[in-house]
């Protein structure tokens, strides 16, 4: 049966369902549906959705889908197994199958009014209500919090979070008897266990409290227990617990001093403008509890004004993470992240569907919707999909744009230079809580959505069971968290911040610059000063249009000021393949390992150069584009041709190439290149255009504590200084400098002025 028949048959089935009387047949008693649906589905919403059924595209085919994914469940029947395995393995699989089958299941069961739906969850429920009093904590013994379903807290909370709403779905189906037997054996030793015999994940500051917060807050919704909801809300009272003490938000503090409970979590890795500190992955991940709480904590309770907490930063938070993602929607790699992760997501399609549902039905947000070909099948997802049927989208325009860091936004930030169809993503965060990288002031460059110069992201396969058990590999501590496997600098072979989460999460990189209202000249600069005691490092990049030119090209400028001589290695992540090189180097017969820690022991030195103080080039092509990275050297430098690999017996990482640029016995540096994209290669015509780079020559001009200036000679003569100033970002005040006998006069932090 195709899905217009199946659609065909919905209609039928609610058009007879309308001529019932609005009293319903519930288990074995007559009663009306008062209090439930009351999380994501509404008594309200249940009855727009049924007059609307049949004519609205988007929602009338994802309930097809969702029906014919649960018929077929309910004919080959489920299995409610002991738990045994980490994450990719049968019984942790068919756990998390068995909660998502049970929430969509509810949701058909008030939709379409079969009993069938709320007999498959009850039937389930029962069978969980059997098995949970019976388990011990799960056997697997890595997490600091195990659970009893799964191997760690994290991931019973989400079972609770998705079981919740089925159960508020057939609440008024079952008996007394049966809820009674739900709560007793089930729920509520569910969420005690996550949350009383787990403070410690329970009561942290971190995506993963935040599932076990909404998972025991959406519980206590279902079953109208207060007290239960402010132990999500506030968190557990445990030993180190002063219930005397609240702070300004209405939530507790630890006597430690940390906040606690569901609001601390909105309150501190949100930054003003909806940035989450852990990155877009992690955000991503947390995205769905967060507003699928918001949401049910607005129907049920809406006292709590909860879409207004902060200043609305949840709602905000969506619009912060869909421009955190490139053209084709994946998000950029910022801390622990897989590659390929994107706002197709189903965290993703019910944010969307919520921040327009309850923000103020922003049009753009239906285009990312009508992409994403789904919606969710609740209130909100009914006015995505009426907003849909009447046209009202607009394209969400993805512009430059930078999100502040930090609870108060003043921790640092990300800024995205977006140039025709280049995206230069630059880092210059806080540390992003357990997720981070040591790796401030690192850059990706994207063009078209393909990644140019990669971030290597995590080391992890997410649900693969021969990796790890889909859990963290000993490569993403020894790897990919080390500040040589990102694009910017290292010390002396040295992660920053020693590799050490108590050090690295004490500070943030500043802001600098940034500034975009010139489309033809973006800037975004940053200052770290913590990364290396006594060394000040100060990053700017820059996005150039300019008619010599058939792309905007990047600018990158990186300054080393320390108190002591070191050795500075920059590393550079192309991805592609190799075309030519303007610079002679030796290849090893046997590559060489490039170092004993932090990183360095995964690099094989594939190649080498000693530099002659002239411009090197690299040039390369990566998807039948042509790129090109210039660089300044100075005399002795040495140019490092290396590809990740080393000591990786088991194959965990990508063997992917780099080249590093290093300085030695240096107390003060300069690294400057420019990066540009600049032809194309056709397989089918064979033909390769504008395969070398338009850049003759890149140099600095000038460098003082107070001024840098770099020339660029392009291969049709024209000659370009940009300026920036390194003391003064104000925007009113006027400098002037002399380069190449060329008197320089400019208002503002920085200038690009072509020159005789």
């Not at 068995?98 to 007999?119: H, P, R, T, V």
């Not at 290695?569 to 030796?586: A, C, K, N, R, V």
């Not at 770099?710 to 291969?715: L, N």
Request: glycine share 6%; charged share 25%; hydrophobic share 35%.
């Amino acid at each position: 049966m195709n899905i217009k028949t199946k659609i065909t048959l919905l209609v039928i089935t609610l058009v007879a369902f309308s001529c019932k009387d609005s009293t319903v047949e519930i288990g074995n008693d007559q009663e009306s549906a008062q209090g439930h649906p009351s999380l994501v589905l509404t008594k309200q919403g249940v009855k727009n959705i049924r007059t609307n059924l049949g004519t609205i595209p988007i929602f009338d085919e994802t309930l097809a889908k969702a029906q014919a994914e649960i018929d077929f469940e309910i004919e080959q029947g489920f299995d409610v197994p002991i738990p045994k395995d980490y994450s990719g393995g049968y019984t942790h699989e068919t756990h998390k199958k068995n909660y998502i089958l049970m929430q969509k299941s509810g949701a058909l069961y008030q939709i379409l009014d079969d009993e069938k739906y709320a007999k498959f969850v009850k039937e389930m429920l029962l069978e969980y209500a059997r098995l949970y009093p019976t388990l011990p904590i799960h056997p697997k013994p890595r997490s600091y919090a195990r659970g009893k379903l799964f191997w760690q807290c994290l991931n019973d909370s989400n079972w609770l979070v998705y079981t919740s709403q089925a159960y508020d779905c057939i609440y008024n189906y079952l008996t007394e008897e049966e809820r009674h037997t739900l709560e007793t054996d089930l729920f509520r030793p569910f969420a005690n266990h996550i949350s009383i015999d787990n403070p410690q994940f329970f009561n942290r500051v971190h995506n993963h409290a935040t599932w076990g917060n909404v998972a025991v807050g959406m519980i206590a919704l279902v079953m109208d227990d207060d007290a239960l909801l402010d132990r999500a809300l506030s968190g557990v009272k445990d030993d180190n617990f002063n219930p005397k003490v609240k702070d300004n938000d209405g939530g507790y503090i630890r006597k430690d001093g940390q906040k606690i409970g569901f609001y601390a979590n909105v309150n501190e890795p949100f930054s003003p403008d909806g940035y989450f500190t852990e990155g877009p992955y992690y955000q991503r991940y947390a995205s769905y509890p967060f507003l699928i709480f918001a949401q049910a904590l607005e129907n049920k309770k809406p006292d709590h004004k909860v879409f207004d907490y902060k200043d609305g930063v949840l709602l905000k938070s969506v619009n912060a993470l869909l421009n955190l993602s490139d053209t084709d929607g994946d998000f950029f790699l910022l801390n622990d992240a897989q590659k390929g992760m994107s706002y197709f997501n189903a965290s993703l399609i019910s944010s969307v569907d919520i921040a327009y549902h309850f923000g103020e039905n922003n049009p753009e947000l239906l285009s990312i919707a009508k992409k994403q070909e789904e919606v969710t099948l609740d209130d909100a997802g009914l006015a995505v999909a009426l907003g849909i049927k009447e046209g009202k989208e607009k394209p969400f325009v993805k512009k430059s744009i930078e999100l502040s860091d930090g609870a108060n936004g003043d921790e640092g930030g990300v800024g995205i230079l977006r140039s025709n169809t280049m995206e230069l993503v630059f880092k210059y965060t806080g540390h992003g809580l357990s997720h981070g990288h040591y790796d401030k002031l690192s850059f990706a460059l994207f063009e078209d959505g393909n990644e140019v110069v990669q971030d290597y992201g995590m080391a992890r396969f997410v649900n693969i069971e021969q990796k790890g058990g889909g859990n963290y590999l000993k490569e993403n501590t020894t790897w990919a968290k080390q500040t040589i496997a990102h694009n910017t600098m290292v010390q002396n072979e040295a992660s920053q911040f020693q590799g050490k989460y108590d050090i690295g999460s004490k500070h943030h990189s500043n802001k600098y610059i940034f500034s975009v209202d010139n489309d033809s000249l973006q800037v975004a600069s940053a200052k770290e000063e913590n990364a290396y005691p006594g060394t000040k490092l100060h990053r700017t990049m820059v996005t150039i249009r300019d008619s010599d030119f058939h792309n905007p090209y990047v600018l990158d400028i990186m300054k080393v000021e320390s108190e002591k001589s070191n050795q500075y290695d920059l590393p550079f992540y192309y991805l592609g393949q190799i075309m030519q090189t303007s610079f002679e180097y030796t290849k090893y017969e046997v590559p060489q390992i490039l170092g004993e820690s932090d990183g360095y022991q995964h690099l094989y030195k594939e190649a080498g150069a000693i530099a002659k103080g002239e411009n090197i080039k690299l040039n390369w092509l990566r998807n039948d584009r042509f790129y090109t990275y210039s660089a300044v050297t100075s005399n002795n430098d040495e140019i490092i041709m290396a590809r990740i690999g080393a000591n990786d017996p088991e194959y965990n990482l990508r063997h992917e190439p780099n080249l590093i640029l290093r300085k030695t016995g240096k107390k003060d540096a300069i690294f400057v290149s420019a990066i540009e994209s600049h032809g194309r290669y056709s397989p089918v015509s064979e033909l390769a255009v504008n395969a070398y780079s338009n850049i003759k020559s890149i140099s600095v001009v000038h460098n003082s504590e107070d001024y840098t200036g770099i020339q660029i000679v392009t291969t049709k003569e024209k000659t370009s200084v940009f300026i920036i100033a390194n003391q003064d970002n104000d925007k009113e005040h006027t400098h002037t400098l002399k380069i190449n006998n060329n008197e320089i006069s400019w208002k503002g932090p920085y200038v690009l002025k072509e020159i005789d």
